[in-house]
């Protein structure tokens, strides 16, 4: 661990239950941020999708079906 870090830690131990729990929490808060550039692929991906089923270009599979498949595996 990095000196600084270490002194954090050291500082973060000496807190209340209660406001090394809300440390904690913002912490990983922080750790869980949305990343745009995925988010924008996977909309772009789904309407990609949807345009090729409604231009009849792809057919619809049922989950019951798609479970049963890789159930086999």
């Known amino acids: 661990m990095l000196e600084h870090t270490?002194?954090?830690l050291e500082?973060?131990?000496?807190?209340?239950p209660k406001d090394r729990?809300?440390?904690v929490e913002k912490l990983l808060a922080?750790?869980?941020q949305p990343d745009l550039a995925i988010?924008?692929?996977?909309?772009?991906e789904a309407e990609?999708?949807?345009s090729a089923y409604e231009a009849g270009e792809l057919k619809a599979i049922s989950a019951?079906?798609?479970?049963k498949k890789y159930k086999k595996k």
Do not use: G
């Open 39 to 44: 988010d924008c692929l996977w909309a772009k």
């Open 64 to 67: 019951e079906e798609v479970f």
């Open 30 to 32: 922080s750790l869980d």
């Open 48 to 50: 990609d999708r949807i």
């Open 6 to 8: 270490e002194t954090i």
């Open 11 to 16: 500082q973060a131990l000496l807190l209340s």
């Open 21 to 23: 729990a809300t440390l």
